[in-house]
């Protein structure tokens, strides 16, 4: 009996298969990889539209916050200038007593001095 022979394949009909095979399990490979970053990027998507969910409102909070903080720092501002008004007027205020003052409260006491020392001076004589 003679061996029966189905189809006789040449080597470049047996390299065209394998590069079939090859082919085919290249594109199931990628087709899996494909998955997996669509599976990672949905998660992404979901990961990503969580933290805007919770950022959106903190981020009202801090323009609020901000908002506060401006006006409590004008208001201190306009306090530190009212204090820095009130001191100077104080400090011109102290200046001109003294002025004013300084001259007769020396003299007085001079006079009060000397008038002391006069009368010391009569008791003992």
């Known amino acids: 009996m003679s061996p029966v022979v189905l189809a006789e394949l040449s ?29 990672t990027l ?14 959106l409102p903190l981020m009202d909070q801090l323009s609020c916050s901000v908002a506060d903080a401006n006006e409590e720092l004008a208001r201190v501002q306009r306090l530190v200038g ?13 200046k001109l007593a003294y002025r004013a003052l300084s001259a007769p409260l020396i003299k007085t006491v001079a006079i009060t001095s000397g008038a002391s020392r006069a009368a010391k001076r009569l008791r003992k004589e």
């Open 11 to 39: 080597a470049s009909d047996l390299a065209l298969v394998l590069v079939t095979g090859c082919s085919m399990v290249a594109v199931v490979a990628l087709l899996f990889a494909l998955q997996r970053v669509l599976s």
């Open 42 to 55: 949905r998660r992404v998507r979901t990961a990503l539209d969580a933290v805007t969910a919770e950022a």
């Open 82 to 94: 009212s204090a820095a008004s009130i001191s100077a007027t104080v400090d011109a205020t102290s």
